[in-house]
Nanobody, 116 residues
Framework: VQLVESGGGLVQPGGSLRLSCAAS????????MGWYRQAPGKPRELVAT???????NYAGSVKGRFTISRDNANNTVYLQMNSLKPEDTAVYYC???????????WGQGTQVTVSS
């Protein structure tokens, strides 16, 4: 499974961005997709995940501000990010997971910078 992210950039605090992750290849093997992020000097952390059945999970730090969704027809997962804070600055990665919970693939990452 190949994943290609897009939509990152520079935004002011309080602003919004929408990230996209387009999947191709062995789509049938995907049971869930997720967004993770990694800030400089910190470990990669979960942001949000969504299963093929639509079950959603958010990190506490983004709950109420970020929304994950998926377009099955286009094999794309989105992350709508509102009320962005400087601490949301990171490289955001998309991943795909199998029904066993193993990681199938990661995208290349997209930079999100929240700064005035």
């Amino acid at each position: 499974v190949q994943l290609v992210e897009s939509g990152g950039g520079l935004v002011q605090p309080g602003g919004s961005l929408r990230l996209s992750c387009a999947a191709s290849g062995s789509i049938f093997s995907i049971a869930a997709m997720g967004w993770y992020r990694q800030a400089p000097g910190k470990p990669r952390e979960l942001v949000a995940t969504i299963t093929s059945g639509g079950r959603i999970n958010y990190a506490g730090s983004v709950k109420g501000r970020f929304t994950i969704s998926r377009d099955n027809a286009n094999n794309t997962v989105y992350l709508q990010m509102n009320s962005l804070k400087p601490e949301d600055t990171a490289v955001y990665y998309c991943n795909s997971e199998s029904s066993l919970g193993t990681i199938i693939s990661w995208g290349q990452g997209t930079q999100v910078t929240v700064s005035s």
